[in-house]
């Protein structure tokens, strides 16, 4: 079983954004942006093209769903979406909120935020996705 899948679980804590039965959305522990947001499906899957083509579309409307909210409640231009797949062997989307297109590049310093900060980031993401 796959970190990420112990996370959908509850058996890893996360700061949940969003989730339904199908995918789930936490916030990432090294940020690239505040709000930066991993988006999973509860089926373990390592490569996001090996997803049905209907999961895969459903995936890309709820990563959507959870986009549109962070774009409520983040001051940001645009939440930029990538799919990287080699650090974690669960397909997964990065959303992250940007100010330029330079707030992508994931060479960049990671950000450190306090757990208190963290936690209502997600509340605040959840709270626009529940309402959407």
Do not use: W
């Amino acid at each position: 079983m796959s970190i990420f899948s112990k996370i959908a679980a509850g058996e890893i804590p996360s700061y949940c954004c969003a989730q339904n039965d199908e995918f789930y959305a936490f916030l990432d522990i090294n940020p690239l942006a505040k709000g930066h947001t991993l988006v999973i499906p509860r089926r373990e899957v390592d490569y996001i093209f090996d997803l049905t083509d209907d999961e895969l579309a459903r995936m890309h409307v709820f990563a959507a769903h959870v986009a549109r909210a962070m774009k409520q409640v983040i001051p940001c231009v645009k939440v930029g979406m990538a799919v990287l797949g080699l650090e974690v062997p669960h397909a997964h989307i990065h959303l992250v909120p940007m100010q330029s297109e330079r707030d992508l590049l994931f060479s960049n310093p990671k950000l450190q935020l306090s757990a208190d900060e963290m936690q209502a980031t997600a509340d605040a993401i959840r709270g626009a996705f529940d309402a959407a």
